[in-house]
């Protein structure tokens, strides 16, 4: 036998050894290739609480609904619509929810309740007032005394209604009889009285928009008095510790809708006017909207949505307002619960890369 038959072939050692390696790195540039395409599992779930009647919040979060926003920025919305401020506590208390849009006096009672949420940003300014029918004898909020007023107790509006009531000298619990009555009802109690009393002898509501509008503009009242009120953006606290990025992602996200909104209105009222199924012409709600000042931004960079002390101020009346008429069981800490650091870091992101609406997509 030919000892040069039992020696390897160097060249095909070496052949053979290349080939392996080049193997091993296609496999790994492969994996890593996969491993950086984005998912749609990858998306973080965020489940968002909203108001389904309530301008002009609604038109933010229909937004969110029809356009790629979330996405865009990580996340996948899950959006859970109710008719008022109590029904999304209630949600929000029962884990339900991640994210909640509601007034003031409902986040306060929020807190009060125990709800560990941190109130994260300005949610809207939004009118809030007194309304009576359109031919009522009622011409100032002082000739009210010895009137029957419906409100719907435990919200903003509440509160600032019989602030109102005071300071045209009245007291609530001798001069006016006060009833309770959900938003909701407004409607069927308007439309069923005449141009002089409402259903059910009510001779005002305390209201807010789109009903006032939709009221006004239908010739059925008239606006005694109104004033701006506050909503904030309350964000839970689990969902911060568990995903704290998810968290100023979904801040950069509404930021970014927020200014989508004040360059696209009348898509954005449309949206609305469809789910809330109310019958009335979108433009109504430009006047809720005149309400709020990012609608009037240039850019993203106008749109402001700090909490600043006049809003702890407002908050703290709210939490004052629920504790005295024992509406809630403690006056809760609003300044403690408010935390704008999340808000900071999504504004720096913004900063660092520019909104690009070339990327938004409407579903």
């Known amino acids: 036998m030919s000892v040069t038959k039992k020696v390897c072939n160097p060249h095909s050692k070496k052949l053979r050894l290349i080939l392996f390696i080049s193997l091993v790195l296609a496999i790994s540039l492969a994996v890593y290739t996969i491993s950086c395409v984005p998912k749609k599992s990858e998306l973080t779930p965020i489940r968002i609480g909203w108001q389904v009647a309530w301008a002009t919040q609604g038109q933010i979060a229909q937004i969110l609904k029809h356009t790629n926003i979330l996405e865009l920025n990580g996340l996948k919305g899950d959006f859970k619509g109710f008719t008022y401020g109590a029904p999304l506590n209630e949600a929000a208390l029962a884990g339900e929810i991640d994210v909640g849009f509601v007034a003031d006096q409902p986040a306060a009672s929020l807190i009060a309740r125990g709800g560990k949420f941190k109130i994260v940003a300005r949610l809207i300014d939004f009118r809030a007032g007194i309304i009576v029918p359109s031919d009522s004898e009622v011409r100032q909020v002082s000739d009210l005394k010895g009137k ?216």
């Open 148 to 363: 029957t007023l419906a409100i719907p107790f435990g919200s903003s509006t509440h509160r600032m209604v019989l602030g109102m009531l005071k300071n045209s000298g009245l007291d609530p619990d001798k001069d006016i009889k006060i009833l309770n009555m959900d938003i909701s009802e407004q409607a069927s109690v308007v439309l069923a009285g005449n141009k002089k009393v409402w259903k059910g002898n009510i001779d005002a509501l305390a209201s807010w928009d789109p009903n006032i509008a939709i009221f006004e503009d239908k010739g059925l009242a008239k606006v005694l008095k109104d004033e701006p009120g506050l909503a904030v953006v309350y964000l839970s606290e689990d969902f911060i510790k568990k995903h704290p990025d998810a968290a100023v992602a979904f801040l950069k996200a509404y930021i970014e809708s927020y200014y989508y909104y004040a360059t696209h209105q009348d898509r954005a009222n449309q949206w609305f006017a469809e789910e809330a199924r109310i019958q009335f012409d979108p433009s109504l709600l430009n006047m809720a909207g005149s309400f709020e000042p990012n609608l009037k931004a240039k850019s993203i960079e106008d749109i402001d949505i700090k909490i600043y002390e006049r809003h702890i101020k407002m908050m703290e009346e709210g939490a004052d307002f629920g504790f005295s008429l024992k509406l809630t069981a403690v006056r809760p800490d609003m300044r403690a619960v408010t935390d704008i650091t999340l808000l900071s870091e999504a504004i720096q992101k913004l900063q660092e890369k520019p909104f690009d609406f070339l990327k938004v997509l409407v579903r």
